[in-house]
T-cell receptor, first 113, second 111 residues
Framework: DAGITQSPRHKVTETGTPVTLRCHQTENHRYMYWYRQDPGHGLRLIHY???????DKGEVSDGYSVSRSKTEDFLLTLESATSSQTSVYFC????????????FGQGTRLTVV | GENVEQHPSTLSVQEGDSAVIKCTYSDSASNYFPWYKQELGKRPQLIIDIRSNVGEKKDQRIAVTLNKTAKHFSLHITETQPEDSAVYFC??????????FGAGTRLTVKP
């Protein structure tokens, strides 16, 4: 599992509230990613990081922000959750950038009611 | 928008038969094409990948073929077994900093 842990594993939150998901890795990998998985869409990249304090937007970044203040932690924040953000969120790491194997965390199922 | 199209969305085969899943991509600069398997309630895991300088790669019962001219690649599973039942995702690098995934194929292998 490449030492990746996501927390929480499940969360139900109300529309309009802020939510932060955490991805923790133990192997000091430089590249970390946040994806969301929805039926009919596969996995879509939200944001990624290529080092401490170095982050960039992915395909579906609107409504999300990220922070990486330490190598081991990559946080995803929904500033004001909406029902369209109900999804399963996966964190991933790669050992050599985007063109190498991705190792995924266990996923976080987020429901916005 | 969609940069990787995957077909079929569902596939049912009899145990022992072969299964083929096809993907097309739009970015001619794509150079890495992985396939992931996701069992129910689990995380996606890489089963095979191919780079743009290779036309075919095989690993036991699994093979991937790549046609860069036509911008499509395929996953072939031979002698399917019930434990091959899962959702399979293809992917392709995009713009050198992103990985675009297909929508997935739910494979069911009937015993």
């Amino acid at each position: 599992d490449a030492g990746i842990t996501q927390s929480p594993r499940h969360k139900v939150t109300e529309t309009g509230t802020p939510v932060t998901l955490r991805c923790h890795q133990t192997e000091n990998h430089r590249y970390m990613y946040w994806y969301r998985q929805d039926p009919g869409h596969g996995l879509r990249l939200i944001h990624y990081s290529y080092g401490v304090k170095d982050t960039d937007k992915g395909e579906v970044s609107d409504g999300y922000s990220v922070s990486r203040s330490k190598t081991e932690d990559f946080l995803l924040t929904l500033e004001s959750a909406t029902s369209s953000q109900t999804s399963v969120y996966f964190c991933a790491i790669t050992k050599g950038g985007v063109g190498t194997e991705a190792f995924f965390g266990q996923g976080t199922r987020l429901t916005v009611v | 928008g969609e940069n990787v199209e995957q077909h079929p969305s569902t596939l049912s085969v009899q145990e022992g038969d072969s299964a083929v899943i096809k993907c097309t991509y739009s970015d001619s600069a794509s150079n890495y094409f992985p396939w992931y398997k996701q069992e129910l309630g689990k995380r996606p895991q890489l089963i095979i990948d191919i780079r743009s300088n290779v036309g075919e790669k095989k690993d036991q019962r699994i093979a991937v073929t790549l046609n860069k001219t036509a911008k499509h690649f395929s996953l072939h599973i031979t002698e399917t077994q019930p434990e091959d039942s899962a959702v399979y995702f293809c992917a392709a690098t995009y713009n050198n900093n992103d990985m675009r995934f297909g929508a997935g194929t739910r494979l069911t292998v009937k015993p």
